[in-house]
């Protein structure tokens, strides 16, 4: 069974930095993509940033320039370096990974992250 574990989150002043972190445990091959969503109090959940196998990466129009996605193939794990916060980054985050092996997604129970003065 695949489990993410995300840690990183907390309260933070505005134009303040966080650094997100995901490490999966259990047996996963053949990742796909790695990714952080992000889901504010009465709104759906979107999409901040995603690593591909290959290396390239997506971002949302709101973070480009101020988030940068990261991964470390070897721990099975993806990292959010947010930079420049805003109030309207705060939102729990989630960490998603796709795999190939067991074919499948998971997903990590979310992290807090308030931006306020």
């Known amino acids: 069974q695949v489990q993410l574990v995300e840690s990183g989150g907390g309260l933070v002043q505005p134009g303040g930095s966080l650094r997100l972190s995901c490490a999966a445990s259990g047996s996963i091959f053949n990742i796909y993509s790695m990714g952080w969503y992000r889901q504010a109090p009465g709104k759906q959940r979107e999409l901040v940033a995603i690593?591909?196998?290959?290396?390239?990466?997506n971002y949302s129009n709101s973070v480009k320039g101020r988030f940068t996605i990261s991964r470390d193939n070897a721990k099975i794990a993806v990292y959010l370096q947010m930079n420049s916060l805003k109030p309207e980054d705060t939102a729990v985050y989630y960490c998603?990974?796709?795999?190939?092996?067991?074919?499948?997604?998971?997903w990590g129970q979310g992290t807090q992250v308030t931006v306020s003065s």
């Open positions: 998603n990974v796709i795999h190939n092996d067991p074919p499948g997604g998971s």
């Open positions: 690593i591909f196998g290959d290396g390239s990466t």
